[in-house]
Antibody
Framework: EVQLVESGGGLVQPGGSLRLSCAAS????????MSWVRQAPGKGLEWVSA????????YYADSVKGRFTISRDNSKNTLYLQMNSLKDEDTAVYYC???????????????WGQGTLVTVSS | QSVLTQPPSASGTPGQRVTISCSGS????????VNWYQQLAGTAPKLLIY???QRPSGVPDRFSGSKSGTSASLAISGLQSEDEADYYC???????????FGGGTKLTVL
């Protein structure tokens, strides 16, 4: 059974940093690209970042480019999102999602984690 | 403002058929397949339709998808109370080199 479990969310001040983790199980982690998708309170889904199965290719939404860094440790079956220079508008539930393919691109997210809440506030 | 455009709300009575539209552009829906996700209240999104019109195992055949040009639609027939949820369309965007989502449609079963 595929499981994705996010952790690392919490309350952080504007300008601060946070690192999210997503522990994966039930599939061969390195064979699939992964993404982070967020949802602000009461709002819709917004794709944040994606990484290929090898970790060699990364992609970012313009809203987080230069501030967030996606990475993965295939030996630990874990996906990460390092978030720096956080802003109020980064407040959201952050979901990790498993991609259909090893490369990032047209496909779909077949499994999602339960999400972790990040609140940016002073 | 979402790249893909969906109506914010839709409604129907049990047994009815409802459709939800999703409008995009040549760089996303016009070039790539559309996926639909269902999000029940307080839960994570779940894949509902992939590659325009394919259903994952376990998704009832009451749900169907279609695509034409730069638009797509999700149809739900034989509406049931448990279908009350938010529905999102999504596609890869070749210009943005990333995923784009619709703003979501809240479906109410009256």
């Amino acid at each position: 059974e595929v499981q994705l479990v996010e952790s690392g969310g919490g309350l952080v001040q504007p300008g601060g940093s946070l690192r999210l983790s997503c522990a994966a199980s039930g599939f061969t982690f390195s064979r699939y690209a992964m993404s982070w998708v967020r949802q602000a309170p009461g709002k819709g889904l917004e794709w944040v970042s994606a990484i290929s199965g090898s970790g060699g290719s990364t992609y970012y939404a313009d809203s987080v480019k230069g501030r967030f860094t996606i990475s993965r440790d295939n030996s630990k079956n874990t996906l990460y999102l390092q978030m720096n220079s956080l802003k109020d508008e980064d407040t959201a539930v952050y979901y990790c999602a498993k991609d259909l393919r090893v490369v990032v691109g047209p496909g779909y997210f077949d499994y999602w984690g339960q999400g972790t809440l990040v609140t940016v506030s002073s | 403002q979402s790249v893909l455009t969906q109506p914010p709300s839709a409604s129907g009575t049990p047994g009815q058929r409802v459709t939800i539209s999703c409008s995009g552009s040549s760089s996303n829906i016009g070039s790539n397949a559309v996926n639909w996700y269902q999000q029940l209240a307080g839960t994570a999104p779940k894949l509902l339709i992939y590659s325009n019109n394919q259903r994952p195992s376990g998704v009832p055949d009451r749900f169907s998808g279609s695509k034409s040009g730069t638009s797509a639609s999700l149809a739900i027939s034989g509406l049931q109370s448990e279908d009350e949820a938010d529905y999102y369309c999504a596609a890869w965007d070749d210009s943005l080199n990333g995923w784009v989502f619709g703003g979501g449609t809240k479906l109410t079963v009256l």
